[in-house]
């Protein structure tokens, strides 16, 4: 297998090039002074260059081929069909998108971010909408280049969740907006019977740290290959499958910021981490896409980490650590506070039922804005009109509606859907684990991680980027990627709190 060994020798020092760029990326983040920023850019859009040159390069084509002759015999799931399988993939797409293109895109939305930034601190959509269209402009000629079957958004969808199509996505987005539009309506005139005050009492910042460390090391997040760091921004990011990192934000008033994010993060962190050792140095030791990478966040966040049996546990230890602001306050009270449902205008801000509801919002505009059903200078209106009929709240200005996500002004065009299809994702894994290991929930309510760690490691980690999400959702579960187990879970979980 000559030629299969000169391509993984190709694709391991690609592989270096993008750590190189990921441990800059981490540092600019967390560590590096301001003064740093200029020619940290250049660093990294130096690394960027030489890896994409020779990712794309004739000689990559050459031993691609000579490659996929050589693994034909192989089993479909093997490492090196894999490996020749994705990496064709990969290489067939990148190859499409004209280098000037690659570079209009990059300068119009690095200059979109600061046009941005503007607009929202004036909350003045105007100040945005010319270079907001340009970005649909270029992001259309994308589309255009990457080629799509159907319709135009699957080209850009595809980027992020490889063989989704926008169809399947409208078609399982309605069955759930059906069943949750109501249930917002439902809960409307009960949302006072809970009350979430308790998390914006003072808790002191190194022990929500401490706090946090305790868990992610019960959850089998391994210190010997991450560590965690501050950061603005929460993140993950992997510079091998031995050097996992994550970053958590502090926030003294607000007890959900880093004890939430530091469980989501940490979710990340254990797919990466649980990565097969025979992948490492190649293009498939990463998650299969991002909605399968946050349905991994997400599980660990939510349906573990937001339920009564997790806080079984960890309740009592809380209580000990901050006993001024939680003692008086019971288990059940904390585990309705950090489950309260508020419709809100702000998606980060949002709780588990509304928060699809802000994803569907934003798939929906930008659907439309593609396919030229909607002009850009008319989405404000729209923007509103569906915060109205969904959520039933209407903000009184642009920078609490469609400003306030920095994503399209980035480019990040067909990536808010990955959000919402990892919360639905991360239940029907949950569900399927619990089904063949009834010990879980039991072992969740001792502090007990392994069982759950261990399935989701044999049938989603070890395979990082082997098989396409759906392929893998079906491989995991037996069954067809669906919404019924996400909203039969939202049903139970939240007619208990508030209906009974
Ligand atoms: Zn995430």
């Known amino acids: 297998m000559i030629q299969l060994t000169r391509l993984k020798s190709k694709l391991a020092e690609i592989c270096d090039l993008k750590g190189a760029a990921s441990v800059l990326g981490w540092d600019q983040q967390t560590y590096m002074p301001p003064g740093g920023a200029n020619a940290r850019a250049e660093q990294l859009a130096t690394l960027e260059k030489l890896s994409h040159e020779m990712f794309v390069s004739a000689e990559m084509g050459e031993l691609l081929e000579g490659a996929a002759a050589e693994v034909s015999a192989l089993a479909y799931d093997s490492d090196e069909a894999s490996l020749v399988r994705v990496t064709r993939r990969d290489y067939d797409k990148a190859r499409k998108i004209p280098p000037a293109l690659v570079a209009e895109i990059a300068r119009t939305t690095s200059l979109g971010m600061e046009v941005w930034v503007k607009a929202k601190a004036e909350s003045n959509f105007a100040v945005f909408q010319p270079i907001l269209q340009k970005i649909y402009q270029l992001h259309q000629a994308l589309a255009n280049c990457l ?19 926008t169809s399947a996505l409208e078609e399982i987005f309605a069955n759930l907006k059906a069943e949750l539009v109501p249930m917002v309506h439902a809960l409307s005139d009960k949302l006072n019977s809970v009350d979430g005050s308790v998390l914006h009492r003072h808790y002191d910042g190194q022990k929500q740290w401490d706090f946090g460390t305790e868990v992610l090391k019960r959850f089998g997040y391994d210190f010997e290959k991450g560590r965690q760091d501050k950061s603005v921004h929460p993140f993950t990011t992997s510079f091998s499958i031995n050097d996992v990192r994550i970053t958590t934000h502090v926030d003294e008033n ?34 299969a896409s991002l909605g399968i990478h946050e349905s991994q966040s997400r599980l660990w966040e939510n349906p573990v980490g937001r339920s009564l049996g997790f806080w079984k546990f960890f309740y009592p230890r809380l209580q000990s650590i901050f006993p001024d602001s939680l003692a008086p306050v019971s288990l059940e009270a ?82 808010f859907p990955t959000y919402s299809l990892g919360n639905l994702i991360s239940v029907q894994l949950f569900e399927q684990a619990k089904a063949e290991n009834r010990d879980i929930p039991s072992q969740i309510e001792r502090g007990h991680f392994s069982g759950l760690l261990e399935w989701l490691r044999t049938h989603v980690h070890r395979h990082g980027r082997k098989f396409l999400p759906l392929e893998l959702v079906e491989r995991a579960t037996g069954s067809h990627f669906r919404a019924e187990p996400y909203i039969d879970y939202l049903k139970n979980k939240y007619s208990e709190i508030y209906l009974t």
Request: net charge negative; proline share 4%.
């Open 147 to 165: 080629g799509f079957e159907e319709r135009m958004y699957d080209a850009l969808l595809d980027q992020y969740e490889p063989d989704m199509k």
């Open 334 to 415: 904390f585990y309705q506070a950090i489950n309260r449902v508020q419709p809100s205008l702000i998606r980060v801000e949002a709780d588990e039922i509304t928060y699809n509801l802000h994803i569907m919002i934003r798939f929906e505009l930008e659907v439309d804005l593609l396919e030229e059903r909607l002009k850009v200078a008319d989405l404000p209106a729209a923007w509103n009109a569906r915060m109205k009929d969904y959520l039933g709240i209407v903000p009184s200005k642009d920078a609490e509606g469609v400003l306030q996500d920095v994503h399209w002004s980035h480019g990040l065009i067909g990536y």
């Open 254 to 287: 607000f007890l959900s910021s880093a004890l939430f994010g530091t469980l989501h993060e940490g979710g990340h962190a254990l797919y990466d981490q649980g990565i097969s050792p025979s992948l490492e140095r190649s293009p498939l030791s990463a998650g």
